[in-house]
């Protein structure tokens, strides 16, 4: 390959990373470790992305401790003691404070920034990153690490603003803030993952509680509970090859529980006992080998739905609380040990969007189809502009100033769910068509993090060119999606935020790949072995010929 001609412009640094949760934080030492000078910016106070942001009452992980955290660095897995096995967002905060100072990465953020625009330069072969303090800085690498789920979606309710009492939302929960509930009346929109873990909190303390459901979700049993001892001893005993393991895994995770058996080879006896057995093991969604397939899903819906009815004592509230509506997995599913219980408390009361709707919001409270209900506080529950959101809500330009957004007007396109045709060197881990949220994200942080400074380096040692995917790539890329989409059930015709279905004129497409880790975290180094045949190279004195 022919030498890179020396820029006219130099940068300011090799790599700049926006965002400090998990695949920040390690982007940044990641980038250290190459020798390579970066920066970071980032829209928080502190570390912790989602983390930091989701400070509402309730708000944990259900994905175990054991394996929701790093192991690139053999010490910290070592020197971290988890106290529960589903961590609470204060303690999984902590531990990515501990992490980035362990790592000796904080002085490279400027905190408190939101990054605007990215502008890259054909001439030069740079990106020109600028941010709200009026900022520009240049760059050769640009690492969007700003999460799934960091764009809130704004209730698309009529009279928001008009409301005369506190709101808050759940999605930018006020850190500087004592938020006292004690004795109010609170009004909750939306049973997704944060109002099934809040509504139970706001529950102790308020007079009244007013839950405004659209759509019933699955709920099932948390793992929670103390750290077993011989499986933390375990992973401490060689993590670099439990690291090694969790890419080999379906989900970037190793389940405390698998169904021994394949739902066609039980009767009906059999598949009882397999779904009472995993119900135990609070892993119900794994009670058979092949819990994916139509059939097997369909009895796992229908003992979830028996499991959450019997918890429920107003048989109105039960009926409205269990999803008839669509199959398990088919949208995001919450787990919580008390969410169900908490509606048979006597100040809780369910009200069903889809019998009667929101019509606004006034001063008072909110106006339903039926009634008006006076309220001192209202909690937005209602989530995210998902996966997408995040890239599309900065101005991003390319070669020949082909914008992001009119890019992915359609939806988002990419390749390997981390770099976009036209947008040399731009890398976009945990954005869309990647395992993403349906995956272990600290897995995944550390898999596509390895896989991007790998592309890095390679650039490195060969002339320092633009990369990005050929747009065959990915329209393959979208193929392959679209093609395990459809093995899932209830994945392609269930409204969800995996789709875009919940922000109102957001294109529907399935942002998720559901092939597996270990597929993609093979796929994408098949890419790397063969100096990558899916992309194309962009040398500055060839870049205006690109397209």
Request: proline letters at 6%; a negative charge; glycine letters at 8%.
């Amino acid at each position: 390959m022919s030498s890179e001609l020396e820029n006219s412009t130099a940068p300011d640094c090799d790599v700049i990373v926006v965002g400090a949760g998990f695949a920040g934080i390690y982007a940044l030492w990641k980038a250290r470790q190459c020798g390579l000078d970066v920066r970071g910016f980032e829209r928080g106070s502190d570390v912790g992305g989602t983390w930091y942001w989701n400070a509402y009452p309730g708000a944990r992980c259900d994905v175990a401790s054991y394996n929701y955290a790093y192991f690139f660095d053999s010490e910290i897995v070592r020197a971290w003691d988890w106290s529960d096995v589903c961590a609470g967002q204060n303690e999984i905060q902590r531990y990515l404070r501990f992490v980035a100072e362990r790592c000796d990465v904080l002085g490279s953020v400027t905190f408190d920034t939101t990054v605007v625009s990215a502008t890259y330069a054909k001439e030069t072969g740079l990106w020109t990153v600028r941010t709200s303090n009026g900022e520009s800085t240049v760059c050769r690498y640009l690492v969007l690490a700003v999460g799934a789920l960091s764009e809130p979606k704004a209730p698309d309710i009529e009279g928001v603003d008009d409301f005369a009492g506190k709101a808050y939302f759940t999605s930018s929960w006020p850190r500087d803030e004592d938020v006292d509930l004690k004795g109010k009346r609170v009004g909750v929109i939306g049973t997704g993952s944060s109002g099934v873990q809040a509504i139970p909190e706001i529950a102790k303390v308020a007079s009244d509680v007013f839950v405004f459901q659209r759509t019933a979700n699955y709920v099932t049993p948390t793992s929670g509970g103390p750290m077993d001892p011989d499986i933390v001893a375990a992973l401490r005993a060689d993590p670099q090859a439990v690291r090694s393991e969790l890419r080999e895994t379906f989900g970037g995770n190793q389940p405390l529980y698998v169904g021994e058996e394949r739902f066609h080879d039980l009767d009906e006896t059999g598949r009882e006992r397999a779904l009472w057995q995993a119900w135990d093991a609070r892993e119900v969604p794994l009670a058979f080998r092949d819990a994916h397939l139509p059939e097997a899903n369909a009895a796992i819906s229908e003992f979830i739905r028996k499991r959450m009815h019997e918890q429920v004592e107003d048989p109105w509230t039960a009926d409205q609380i269990v999803p008839w509506d669509h199959p398990y997995g088919g949208k995001r599913p919450c787990m919580s040990d008390v969410y169900l219980q908490t509606y048979n408390l006597p100040h809780v009361r369910l009200i069903s969007l889809k019998e009667t709707p929101i019509e606004r919001i006034i001063p008072e409270g909110i106006v339903t189809s039926a009634e008006t209900i006076p309220l001192d506080v209202i909690v937005y529950a209602t989530g995210f502009d998902a996966i997408s959101g995040p890239v599309r809500a900065m101005n991003i330009t390319g070669i020949d100033g082909v914008a992001m957004n009119d890019v992915w007007q359609n939806g988002p396109v990419n390749y390997m769910g981390t770099m976009v045709h036209r947008f040399p060197n731009l890398f976009l881990p945990s954005s869309a068509m990647s395992p993403s949220v349906l995956s272990n994200m600290a897995t995944l942080a550390e898999q596509q993090i390895d896989f991007i400074f790998d592309k890095i380096m390679w650039l490195e040692a060969n002339g320092r060119p633009g990369l990005h995917p050929s747009e065959e790539s990915q329209i393959h890329w979208q193929k392959e999606n679209l093609r395990f989409a459809e093995r899932i059930p209830g994945a392609l015709d269930t409204d969800s935020w995996y789709n875009g279905a919940n922000v109102p004129g957001k294109p529907r497409q399935y942002m998720v790949y559901r092939g597996g880790f270990k597929r993609y975290h093979d796929a994408c180094y098949a890419e790397l072995e063969s100096d990558f045949p899916g992309y194309e190279l962009v040398r500055k004195t060839e870049a205006n010929r690109a397209s």
